[in-house]
């Protein structure tokens, strides 16, 4: 167990739909990532929030958002849903710094968009 | 900008068999390469990292800055080696450390 939780670990939605997926980040981790797993394009960086703020952007598209709590819980938001969004989607937390960037994976939440 | 390859998406050996896999990375600073690994229905959990310069479950990678290598080796595979394996950067451009992924490389040791 990494810590790191997810929710919900399935979701079925269907296209123009939006969802929220949450994250829990290990305890005293202050930096949250999500990244995206398809078959055709690996793992791919979304965003991170770090202590509530935005720290970089990835290959987020316009329709997707996402912040973090002051509890540190952080929520990705997909909308107007399309097929090519059913993917895997991760999060991932770290106490950051050089020394500490071990990220450590939820479960993930699998999307399908029907 | 930063980049991970690895070129091979499939490697089948045979147990007993010495694994190498691939990785090559593109970054102009000085990166933190890591291994991931992802057994069948679980997350992505942390094999070694090249700081650390440790074996785990008899596995090493050197990095090779000359080549921009982090090729991952074992020279025994085990029928619980099975699994899907990520190379992975982390730069620190802008104070962020996120990770670029490679597309990773599906390992099959044959019993």
């Known amino acids: 167990d990494s810590g790191v939780t997810q929710t919900p670990k399935h979701l079925i939605t269907a296209t123009g739909q939006r969802v929220t997926l949450r994250c829990s980040p290990r305890?005293?981790?202050?930096?949250v990532y999500w990244y995206q797993q398809s078959l055709d394009q690996g793992l791919q960086f979304l965003i991170q929030?770090?202590?509530?703020?935005?720290?970089a952007k990835g290959n987020i598209l316009e329709r997707f958002s996402a912040q973090q709590f002051p509890d540190l819980h952080s929520e990705l938001n997909l909308s107007s849903l399309e097929l090519g969004d059913s993917a895997l989607y991760f999060c991932?937390?770290?106490?950051?710094?050089?020394?500490?960037?071990?990220?450590?994976f939820g479960q993930g939440t699998r999307l399908t968009v029907v | 900008a930063q980049r991970v390859t690895q070129p091979e998406k499939l490697l089948s050996v045979f147990k007993g068999a010495p694994v190498e896999l691939k990785c090559n990375y593109s970054y102009s600073g000085s990166p933190e390469l890591f291994w991931y690994v992802q057994y069948s229905r679980q997350r992505l959990q942390l094999l070694l990292r090249?700081?650390s310069r440790e074996s785990i479950k008899g596995f090493t990678a050197d990095l090779n800055k000359g080549e921009t290598s982090f090729h991952l080796k074992k020279p025994f595979a085990q029928e619980e080696d099975s699994a899907m394996y990520y190379c992975a950067l982390s730069g620190s451009g802008a104070g962020s450390y996120q990770l670029t992924f490679g597309k990773g490389t599906k390992l099959s040791v044959i019993p």
């Open positions: 991932a937390s770290s106490a950051e710094g050089p020394a500490n960037t071990e990220a450590f």
């Open positions: 090249h700081i």
């Open positions: 305890s005293g981790d202050l930096s």
């Open positions: 929030y770090y202590n509530g703020e935005e720290r």
